[in-house]
Protein backbone atom coordinates (compact mmCIF):
# COMPACT_ATOMS: atom_id res chain seq x y z
CA UNK A 1 0.00 0.00 0.00
CA UNK A 2 2.61 2.07 0.77
CA UNK A 3 4.21 2.57 -3.13
CA UNK A 4 0.57 2.69 -4.21
CA UNK A 5 0.28 5.77 -1.65
CA UNK A 6 3.81 7.14 -2.93
CA UNK A 7 2.60 7.04 -6.62
CA UNK A 8 -0.63 9.10 -5.66
CA UNK A 9 1.28 12.14 -4.22
CA UNK A 10 3.90 11.93 -6.49
CA UNK A 11 1.01 12.16 -9.49
CA UNK A 12 -0.38 15.05 -7.42
CA UNK A 13 2.90 16.99 -6.95
CA UNK A 14 3.55 16.41 -11.06
CA UNK A 15 0.04 17.53 -12.13
CA UNK A 16 0.86 21.05 -9.98
CA UNK A 17 4.23 21.18 -11.41
CA UNK A 18 3.71 23.25 -14.79
CA UNK A 19 1.62 25.93 -12.95
CA UNK A 20 5.03 25.97 -9.97
CA UNK A 21 7.46 26.79 -12.62
CA UNK A 22 5.07 30.04 -14.32
CA UNK A 23 6.16 32.86 -12.62
CA UNK A 24 3.34 35.18 -11.19
CA UNK A 25 2.90 38.54 -12.39
CA UNK A 26 4.43 41.41 -11.02
CA UNK A 27 2.83 44.71 -9.67
CA UNK A 28 2.66 47.30 -11.66
CA UNK A 29 4.58 50.34 -10.27
CA UNK A 30 5.91 54.07 -11.25
CA UNK A 31 9.83 52.29 -12.01
CA UNK A 32 7.89 50.02 -15.12
CA UNK A 33 9.25 51.51 -18.16
CA UNK A 34 7.92 50.36 -21.91
CA UNK A 35 10.21 48.31 -23.57
CA UNK A 36 9.11 50.23 -26.96
CA UNK A 37 8.57 53.56 -25.51
CA UNK A 38 11.02 53.98 -22.95
CA UNK A 39 8.16 55.66 -20.33
CA UNK A 40 6.46 54.85 -17.23
CA UNK A 41 3.63 52.59 -18.15
CA UNK A 42 1.60 54.77 -15.06
CA UNK A 43 1.39 57.55 -17.18
CA UNK A 44 -0.69 55.61 -19.82
CA UNK A 45 -4.04 54.60 -20.22
CA UNK A 46 -5.44 51.45 -21.25
CA UNK A 47 -3.99 47.81 -20.91
CA UNK A 48 -0.65 47.13 -20.58
CA UNK A 49 1.73 44.11 -20.49
CA UNK A 50 4.61 42.39 -18.76
CA UNK A 51 6.66 39.48 -20.56
CA UNK A 52 8.73 37.16 -17.81
CA UNK A 53 11.56 35.41 -19.81
CA UNK A 54 13.10 32.55 -18.20
CA UNK A 55 16.20 33.14 -15.64
CA UNK A 56 15.16 36.98 -15.48
CA UNK A 57 13.57 38.16 -12.33
CA UNK A 58 12.19 41.93 -13.92
CA UNK A 59 9.56 41.28 -16.66
CA UNK A 60 9.57 43.28 -20.10
CA UNK A 61 6.73 45.91 -19.41
CA UNK A 62 4.66 47.42 -22.55
CA UNK A 63 2.53 50.26 -21.95
CA UNK A 64 -0.11 48.32 -24.06
CA UNK A 65 -1.49 44.63 -24.78
CA UNK A 66 -0.90 45.13 -28.11
CA UNK A 67 3.25 45.66 -27.99
CA UNK A 68 3.08 42.82 -25.77
CA UNK A 69 1.27 40.44 -28.79
CA UNK A 70 3.75 42.11 -30.69
CA UNK A 71 6.91 41.15 -28.92
CA UNK A 72 6.02 37.83 -29.11
CA UNK A 73 6.08 38.03 -33.32
CA UNK A 74 9.23 39.89 -33.92
CA UNK A 75 11.94 37.50 -34.55
CA UNK A 76 14.41 39.54 -33.07
CA UNK A 77 13.30 39.60 -29.47
CA UNK A 78 14.00 36.50 -27.35
CA UNK A 79 11.77 33.75 -27.13
CA UNK A 80 12.45 32.08 -24.14
CA UNK A 81 9.27 33.37 -22.90
CA UNK A 82 8.17 31.92 -18.93
CA UNK A 83 4.95 33.80 -18.98
CA UNK A 84 2.80 36.36 -20.62
CA UNK A 85 0.31 38.74 -18.65
CA UNK A 86 -1.94 41.57 -19.92
CA UNK A 87 -3.97 43.70 -18.10
CA UNK A 88 -7.90 41.99 -17.72
CA UNK A 89 -9.74 44.71 -18.33
CA UNK A 90 -12.87 43.34 -17.59
CA UNK A 91 -11.39 44.04 -14.15
CA UNK A 92 -10.02 47.66 -14.79
CA UNK A 93 -11.96 49.95 -12.82
CA UNK A 94 -11.85 52.32 -16.15
CA UNK A 95 -10.21 52.43 -19.28
CA UNK A 96 -8.14 55.55 -17.29
CA UNK A 97 -7.22 53.16 -14.51
CA UNK A 98 -7.03 49.51 -16.13
CA UNK A 99 -5.28 48.69 -12.44
CA UNK A 100 -1.76 47.28 -11.24
CA UNK A 101 -2.80 43.41 -9.97
CA UNK A 102 -5.71 42.36 -12.42
CA UNK A 103 -3.68 40.64 -14.47
CA UNK A 104 -4.24 37.55 -16.52
CA UNK A 105 -2.47 35.16 -18.81
CA UNK A 106 -2.18 36.08 -22.46
CA UNK A 107 -2.38 32.76 -23.78
CA UNK A 108 -5.78 32.13 -22.17
CA UNK A 109 -7.74 35.71 -23.01
CA UNK A 110 -9.31 37.09 -25.47
CA UNK A 111 -8.15 39.86 -27.70
CA UNK A 112 -10.80 42.36 -29.23
CA UNK A 113 -9.19 43.55 -32.34
CA UNK A 114 -9.89 46.62 -34.26
CA UNK A 115 -12.46 48.41 -32.01
CA UNK A 116 -12.68 52.08 -31.30
CA UNK A 117 -10.25 51.60 -28.59
CA UNK A 118 -7.05 53.36 -28.47
CA UNK A 119 -3.70 52.43 -26.55
CA UNK A 120 -2.34 54.38 -24.18
CA UNK A 121 0.52 55.86 -26.81
CA UNK A 122 -2.45 56.45 -28.77
CA UNK A 123 -2.76 53.56 -31.46
CA UNK A 124 -4.45 50.85 -31.99
CA UNK A 125 -4.98 48.58 -29.38
CA UNK A 126 -5.81 44.51 -28.75
CA UNK A 127 -8.05 44.77 -25.60
CA UNK A 128 -7.38 41.84 -23.56
CA UNK A 129 -9.84 39.91 -21.37
CA UNK A 130 -9.98 37.18 -19.13
CA UNK A 131 -13.34 36.71 -20.06
CA UNK A 132 -14.76 35.98 -23.45
CA UNK A 133 -18.02 37.14 -22.55
CA UNK A 134 -16.41 40.21 -21.49
CA UNK A 135 -14.91 40.42 -24.84
CA UNK A 136 -18.04 39.51 -26.47
CA UNK A 137 -19.58 42.61 -24.74
CA UNK A 138 -16.88 45.12 -25.43
CA UNK A 139 -16.28 44.30 -29.04
CA UNK A 140 -21.19 44.74 -29.26
CA UNK A 141 -19.92 48.62 -27.70
CA UNK A 142 -16.44 49.20 -29.35
CA UNK A 143 -16.89 47.06 -32.71
CA UNK A 144 -14.05 44.74 -33.24
CA UNK A 145 -13.81 40.78 -33.52
CA UNK A 146 -13.01 38.69 -30.41
CA UNK A 147 -9.76 36.72 -31.19
CA UNK A 148 -7.93 33.89 -28.80
CA UNK A 149 -4.04 34.38 -28.39
CA UNK A 150 -2.93 31.71 -30.81
CA UNK A 151 -5.57 32.89 -33.39
CA UNK A 152 -5.21 36.71 -33.35
CA UNK A 153 -3.78 37.92 -36.77
CA UNK A 154 -0.13 38.92 -36.57
CA UNK A 155 -0.82 41.27 -40.09
CA UNK A 156 -3.04 43.04 -37.15
CA UNK A 157 -0.21 43.81 -34.42
CA UNK A 158 2.10 44.32 -36.70
CA UNK A 159 0.89 46.71 -38.89
CA UNK A 160 -0.86 48.57 -35.89
CA UNK A 161 2.77 48.98 -34.37
CA UNK A 162 3.95 49.94 -37.65
CA UNK A 163 1.60 53.12 -37.86
CA UNK A 164 2.70 53.69 -33.77
CA UNK A 165 5.94 55.53 -32.75
CA UNK A 166 5.11 53.08 -29.50
CA UNK A 167 6.28 50.13 -30.73
CA UNK A 168 9.15 48.32 -32.83
CA UNK A 169 9.40 48.55 -36.30
CA UNK A 170 8.22 45.78 -38.12
CA UNK A 171 10.45 43.40 -40.24
CA UNK A 172 9.67 41.07 -43.46
CA UNK A 173 10.35 38.03 -40.77
CA UNK A 174 7.64 39.23 -38.67
CA UNK A 175 4.86 37.66 -40.46
CA UNK A 176 6.74 34.26 -40.94
CA UNK A 177 4.98 33.79 -37.14
Same mark, same amino acid.
Given at each position: ?30 A ?26 E ?7 R ?17 I ?16 D ?25 ? &?? /??? %? *? +?? #? ?6 G??? $?? !???? &?? /??? %? *? +?? #? ?9 ? $?? !??
Amino acid at each position: MRPLAFAFVALALAACEPDAEKPAPHTLTDAAIGRYCGMMLTEHEGPKGQILLKGVDEPVWFSSARDTLAFTLLPEEPKDIAAIYVTDMGAASSWAEPGVDNWTDAKTASFVIGSDAQSGMGGAEAV &PF /ADK %A *A +AQ #AFARDHGGEVY $AF !DAVP &PD /AII %A *A +AD #ADTDAAPETEA $AH !DH
